[in-house]
């Protein structure tokens, strides 16, 4: 990429983080006053509500980025390098998607007092619900054919999926991704911090080996998740609610189909596999928060059993909040220089 070219991809990056952090810091507010909270219970006595449901101020964020990319290219500022069919198909996606987790975060059963007689029936989508509405999020990149259907399989080589791909192994991928990363966020920046750090590594492959279209979609998804962290980190000012995870969760998937670094995403987002597993033995009944001790530590409220990378982390030390977060930070850091390494041993 020309010097020309990595300022097509920083100008909108620096437009969506900007939107990013308006957008949130208006949806708080909004939020907070509309009743859609969420209580904070990691911080001991200190209960309080939390506005929820912040997701589309990242989506829009993500989309005014992509926006701003096509007004370079339409008012010929500069000819435009990335695929426009897809980037549209990627904004079509991510919105249809934080809708879904949306609806889950503003029909949440809230703590309210009603009168004698009268039940509270918000229950939130049900679990079966979300892995089939989460689907609708793959159908743009489905109507738009995205992707390379030939993948690099380690220790098989080139394989071509054919029509297998874009019909059956975009959807999957989508629902896959989407609801496993929403498995795990209990604690202060741990969603926001990961999805950054699988997400720098997306762009920094994109720009060394991938493609340009799947850069500008890297560099979105950054901006808008640098922004969010900010408001994420210890302590918390919001808690990022479905329309968060799921938006993230798919933007992996987005990334991996349009960057064609599909082999190198599997590796990426590896973690989220292993949580799904980890929670799937516990019939997902299980939870990844932990106990809180009176000395602002967490316990692993299953004791030696590990139902996620949280309770891993517990088991090892006595973990404060911020420390669990940082761990899993780590964790994944580690995911992305393995697929780095693995490409460089050409085994991806």
């Known amino acids: 990429m020309s010097y020309h070219s990595y300022l097509t991809v920083l100008v909108p990056a620096i437009v969506a983080l900007a939107v990013t952090l308006i957008g949130t810091k208006f949806l708080m507010g909004f939020m907070y006053n509309a009743g859609i909270t969420t209580t904070e219970k990691n911080k001991g006595k200190r209960e309080y509500p939390l506005p929820s449901g912040i997701g589309p101020a990242v989506a829009f964020g993500f989309a005014v980025g992509i926006l701003t990319y096509v007004f370079g290219s339409s008012f010929n500022f500069y000819t435009a390098e990335a695929n426009l069919t897809y980037l549209f198909a990627a904004l079509i996606s991510v919105f249809l998607i934080a809708f879904v987790g949306f609806l889950d975060d503003i029909v949440i059963q809230k703590e309210v007092v009603l009168p004698k007689g009268v039940r509270n029936t918000g229950r939130g989508l049900k679990q079966w619900q979300k892995p089939i509405l989460t689907l609708i999020g793959a159908i743009p990149l489905m ?206």
């Open 143 to 348: 109507a738009v054919n995205a992707g390379v259907s030939t993948i690099s399989i380690p220790f098989l080589g080139l394989v071509d999926f054919g029509i297998f791909y874009p019909i059956v192994l975009i959807p999957l991928a989508v629902v896959f991704s989407s609801n496993a990363f929403n498995l795990l966020g209990g604690f202060d920046g741990l969603t926001a911090g990961t999805g950054l750090i699988a997400c720098i590594g997306f762009l920094a492959y994109s720009l060394a080996f991938g493609t340009y279209t799947g850069a500008v979609i890297s560099a979105m998804l950054v901006s808008t998740l640098l922004a969010f962290l900010i408001f994420t980190l210890y302590p918390t000012k919001l808690i990022p609610g479905d329309s968060f995870t799921y938006f993230v969760g798919a933007g992996f998937v987005i990334a991996m189909v349009l960057g064609n670094m599909e082999a190198f995403g599997v590796i990426v987002i590896f973690p989220f596999f292993i949580e799904f597993l980890l929670h799937l033995k516990g019939r997902f009944r299980t939870s990844d928060l932990g106990k809180r001790r009176s000395d602002g530590t967490f316990e692993n409220p299953y004791g030696r059993r590990v139902y996620s990378w949280t309770h891993f982390f517990m088991n090892l030390k006595r973990c404060r909040e911020w420390e669990v977060s940082l761990y899993m930070w780590i964790a994944e850091a580690l995911f992305v220089l393995l697929g780095f390494g693995l490409y460089g041993l050409h085994l991806l």
